[in-house]
């Protein structure tokens, strides 16, 4: 993901920083995140001391796995220094299927169907109806008018991505008469998925508070409009439901005390990703931990780095 246009930041992000911060895009769902693709990591401990972990391989059973610990730590226990990553070809071709005029819990359950389907969906994401989204980069007139539109994504060698799209359109059948689209279109549209442009600082919705929140997939639909009728802010689905962004009205503590209670509730946790520096003050980043998970992250971090001169004050405020 580049978080740039979100934040309104220069272009900048890093390989070190996607792993760091665990950052995965759409294909997530089917070739894993961030963590998932670290084979191996040389770091810098807050000893002072110089360690390895992981391999080169795959098949790599040697040690303790601390890459999946370094992988969306924020730099809070080392330092890498050099990384061995898991790369994928890239697909020789794409095609998207669209849905259009969907409310979420419909779509919510289409996307369901095709990930639960043999066509190897590679991307699941739903952006309800919008009066903000008409002049969204890379929707061009895909939701004209800002209507609601659900978008899957098959990729692969081009007989089978088209071969699979004609099935899986069959199957979809019952939501609507999908279209298609291909290639350049589709790389465009999840480009404007994975970087959240309905959102951007640039665009309408700039000044308002943005959040990340995980949950299981199938309550995506019901939180995301529980959200949104409760504040009046707007939503956008990915990785079939299961990754809600919310971008939500100024508010003194961003609505904190809400998205975190519904998250909550549905087994889900949300990150406070872009807000203004006075709420940021006052609001935590990431969502408060469990008294007991917490205690174990905080004895985790204190094996890396007693003395916490890593990233101080970056996962918790209350680290001194």
Same mark, same amino acid.
């Given at each position: 993901? #580049?978080?740039?246009?979100?934040?309104? +930041?220069? @272009?900048?992000? *890093?390989?070190?920083?996607?792993?760091?911060?665990?950052?995965?895009?759409?294909?997530?769902?089917?070739?894993?995140? +961030?963590?998932?693709?670290? !084979?191996?990591?040389?770091?810098?401990?807050?000893?002072?001391?110089?360690?390895?972990?992981?391999?080169?391989?795959?098949?790599?059973?040697?040690?303790?796995?601390?890459?999946? !610990?370094?992988?969306?730590?924020?730099?809070?226990?080392?330092?890498?220094?050099? =990384?061995?990553?898991?790369?994928?070809?890239?697909?020789?071709?794409?095609?998207?299927?669209? /849905? %259009?005029?969907?409310?979420?819990?419909?779509?919510?359950?289409?996307?369901?169907?095709?990930?639960?389907? &043999?066509?190897?969906?590679?991307?699941? +994401?739903?952006?309800?109806?919008?009066?903000?989204?008409?002049?969204?980069?890379?929707?061009? #007139?895909?939701?004209?008018?800002?209507?609601?539109?659900?978008? /899957?994504?098959?990729?692969?060698? *081009?007989?089978? +991505?088209?071969?699979?799209?004609?099935? !899986?359109?069959? /199957?979809?059948?019952?939501?609507?008469?999908?279209?298609?689209?291909?290639?350049?279109?589709?790389?465009? !549209?999840?480009?404007?998925?994975?970087?959240?442009? &309905?959102?951007?600082?640039?665009?309408?919705?700039?000044?308002?508070?943005?959040?990340?929140?995980?949950?299981?997939?199938?309550?995506?639909?019901?939180?995301?409009?529980?959200?949104?009728?409760?504040?009046?802010?707007?939503?956008?689905?990915?990785?079939?439901?299961?990754?809600?962004?919310?971008?939500?009205?100024?508010?003194?503590?961003?609505?904190?005390?809400?998205?975190?209670?519904?998250?909550?509730? =549905?087994?889900?946790?949300?990150?406070?990703?872009?807000?203004?520096?006075?709420? %940021? %003050?006052?609001?935590?980043?990431?969502?408060?931990?469990?008294?007991?998970?917490?205690?174990?992250?905080?004895?985790?971090?204190?094996?890396?780095? @007693?003395?916490?001169?890593?990233?101080?004050?970056? /996962?918790? %405020?209350?680290?001194?």
């Amino acid at each position: 993901m #580049d978080t740039a246009p979100l934040l309104g +930041a220069p @272009p900048g992000g *890093t390989i070190g920083g996607m792993i760091a911060a665990g950052l995965a895009g759409p294909r997530r769902i089917r070739a894993g995140g +961030a963590r998932d693709h670290l !084979l191996g990591a040389h770091a810098v401990s807050g000893f002072g001391d110089s360690f390895k972990t992981g391999g080169k391989v795959v098949k790599n059973v040697t040690g303790y796995d601390l890459c999946k !610990l370094l992988a969306g730590s924020w730099g809070t226990l080392s330092v890498m220094t050099e =990384v061995t990553l898991k790369v994928m070809p890239k697909p020789e071709a794409e095609r998207t299927l669209l /849905l %259009r005029g969907l409310d979420d819990a419909a779509a919510n359950k289409a996307m369901t169907a095709a990930l639960g389907s &043999p066509f190897d969906v590679s991307g699941a +994401a739903h952006l309800p109806k919008s009066e903000f989204r008409a002049k969204t980069e890379g929707l061009g #007139d895909l939701a004209g008018e800002g209507e609601a539109l659900t978008a /899957l994504r098959l990729e692969g060698i *081009t007989a089978s +991505a088209a071969h699979r799209a004609g099935s !899986l359109r069959d /199957l979809l059948a019952p939501f609507g008469t999908a279209t298609l689209i291909e290639d350049a279109a589709s790389a465009t !549209l999840w480009a404007t998925v994975r970087d959240v442009l &309905p959102f951007a600082a640039s665009g309408a919705l700039g000044a308002w508070p943005v959040w990340r929140i995980v949950c299981p997939p199938a309550s995506g639909a019901a939180l995301g409009t529980q959200l949104a009728g409760e504040t009046g802010g707007e939503v956008i689905y990915d990785w079939g439901g299961g990754l809600i962004w919310a971008a939500l009205p100024p508010k003194g503590d961003a609505h904190a005390s809400v998205v975190r209670a519904r998250a909550e509730a =549905v087994g889900g946790h949300a990150t406070l990703i872009r807000a203004a520096e006075d709420v %940021r %003050r006052e609001v935590d980043v990431f969502h408060p931990q469990a008294p007991g998970i917490a205690a174990l992250s905080e004895r985790v971090r204190a094996s890396f780095d @007693p003395k916490t001169v890593l990233n101080r004050g970056r /996962l918790s %405020r209350g680290a001194k």
